[in-house]
């Protein structure tokens, strides 16, 4: 008990963290790719001000860290600013839309499989929360809830914006998670299994995106489009389309509100990158590990194995989140029709057809 | 501790769907209704089964629940239109209800039957009618397909129902294309 309360702490705080400097890694690259500086300015100014720290480092108030500090003062910044409330919203609803949005995502890191068990004082300790039989049925499960933050939201707000995202996110998340589900479905037939974890465990001599190429591959490439998709992001992020729909379903939001709904779009990045890498990247799985440990076999030591696994894991999300910022960089938004005909004729029986590939190239070799 | 979950999720079931029918905005009852098929999933939970209740979540909750808010924001009911007075004919519905219900109740002599009937049969009689077991495979597949009749059926009655009174404005929009 006292475990699981641990490492459902441990994850919500290396979480949390991640997805503050994530907001500073996006700006940042955005700036590189768009030949700009972006933030880099707030730094660390308040550690020269330390006794022991501020020498030790040579820390002066000019100390700027690349704008190391920006979502130290982003987040300041929306703890103390005012909600404000419009009138006319319904209030109840309008409250309970952004924890909506927050949760079904914090919820599907419960099955994630982070990194390879590891002992500590004599107890083998899982680096999952709970390692459910149904876990890909949930993630879904939990992932289609996600839907009605946005819904309720831009209904709640009273305005026409509002209302116009949200029902464009609740017609684009339902679209998306079927080519989602399908393409998800041919891993889950592949591996004979359900269960996360003995999904990355099947993954040990070779990752599922390399299994029957090109089909898998086809798949990965059906569910990263799905993933960003169903995240809102660019160039998918009608539902908050700034040209034409102000702020979309969070245009009435503001201080905290806002900032859950905020967290809940860079938590809901970081999912999708889990599902993509325990699905389709091996998980934890080490490329290679094997011939690398007969040269150098301290890396079979459990705990420097279990280092290398969750860094391998974090890689493979970070590469996806990269993925996602380089996407947002680089196209412009589709149009309304362009986004459900994609879908709808174009992603849906490719990934039926691939499942079919699958069902029947598996049932051959 | 199945069983304080069971009587946890069953009552919140029970209490959520009664707000569901009692409310006068339409999306609050569905989000009530929302609550009821979680608690639903909860039940099943408690039952032990996961899988049924995780497809419970993901299909009723996430897919078809999402849908339903979808169109009860489309169409945008006023909420004046629906405080219809009531009616003292929809008081026999509420007398026979019940009557179904103590009927029901009677019929199990004591509380250790309640509990297996919801441990045994609930599960079972969930999954026969689709999957079958044994001897009377798909015995009650004509009774499930005439439900899914019957569900069409209401789906349609209400399209009908909110298209009426709108053949005006839709039959404008008709000609401006």
Known sequence: MLILFLKTALLFGVLLTAIAYVVWVERRVLGVMQARLGPNRV??????????????????????????????ADGLKLFTKEGIEPAGVDPWTYRLAPILGLLPVFLGFAVVPIGPDVPVLGRIVTTQIAD??????????????????????????????????????????????????????????LTGTLSLREIVAAQGDIWNLFRFPPFLILAFVISTICAVAEANRAPFDLPEAESELVGGFHTEYSGMKFALFFLAEYAHIFLGGSILAVLFLGGWNIPFIGTLAKVLPVLLNPWVYWILGVLSFALKVFAYVFFCIWLRATLPRFRYDQLMNFTWKVLTPLAAFNLLAVAVLGKLL | MREAAFLLFGGAMIISALLAVTRRNPVHAALWLVLTMLSLAGVYLALGAVFLAMAQIFVYAGAIMVLFLFVVMLVGAPVEELKTPFRKGSLWGVVAAGAVFVAFLTRMPALERVRVVVFEVTARALASPLIGSGGNWGRHALAFELGSVLVVAAILGAILMVRTGREEISEEADDDR
């Open chain 1, 43 to 72: 730094g660390f100014g308040i550690l020269a001000t330390l006794p022991v720290v501020g020498r030790l480092f040579r820390f002066t108030k000019e100390t700027r860290l690349f704008g190391l500090g920006q979502p130290i």
């Open chain 1, 132 to 189: 459910l039989p149904v876990g890909v049925i949930y993630l879904l499960a939990v992932g289609s809830l996600g839907s009605y933050s946005v819904v309720l939201a831009g209904w709640s707000s009273n305005s026409k914006f509002s209302f116009l995202g949200g029902l464009r996110a609740a017609a684009q998340m339902i679209s998306y998670e079927l080519p989602m589900g399908i393409a998800i479905l041919t891993v889950v037939m």
